[in-house]
């Protein structure tokens, strides 16, 4: 990052965060690219499969369970 960027503190909201299931894989790449990039990236989430990287966090949220319909 150079002296012109800002560092950011994004914080991304899911219901789950599971890479291995096909377009959640997109969130996994794009929470790593942003912490490559230097910014302070914070995963919010219900579901959890991934262990946080050394350069982002996740956070485990809590939630009741009840049916959709």
Same mark, same amino acid.
Not at 44 to 52: D, G, H, L, N, R
Not at 58 to 64: D, G, M, R, S, T
Not at 66 to 69: A, C, K, Q, T, V
């Given at each position: 990052?150079?002296q012109? #960027? #800002?560092?950011? $503190?994004?914080? /991304? +909201?899911?219901? @789950?965060?599971?890479? !291995?299931? =096909?377009? #959640? !894989?997109?969130? !996994? =790449?794009? +929470?790593?690219?942003?912490?490559? @990039? =230097?910014?302070? +990236?914070?995963?919010?989430? $219900?579901? &959890?499969?991934? $262990?946080? =990287?050394?350069?982002?966090t /996740?956070?485990? &949220? %809590?939630?009741?369970r009840? %049916?959709? !319909?």
């Open positions: 990052m150079n012109t #960027q #800002q560092r950011l $503190t994004i914080a /991304i +909201v899911l219901e @789950r965060f599971l890479p !291995s299931t =096909g377009g #959640q !894989s997109y969130f !996994s =790449g794009l +929470v790593k690219e942003l912490a490559k @990039r =230097g910014h302070d +990236v914070h995963v919010f989430a $219900t579901e &959890i499969e991934e $262990t946080p =990287g050394p350069y982002y /996740i956070h485990l &949220i %809590p939630a009741l009840h %049916p959709r !319909s």
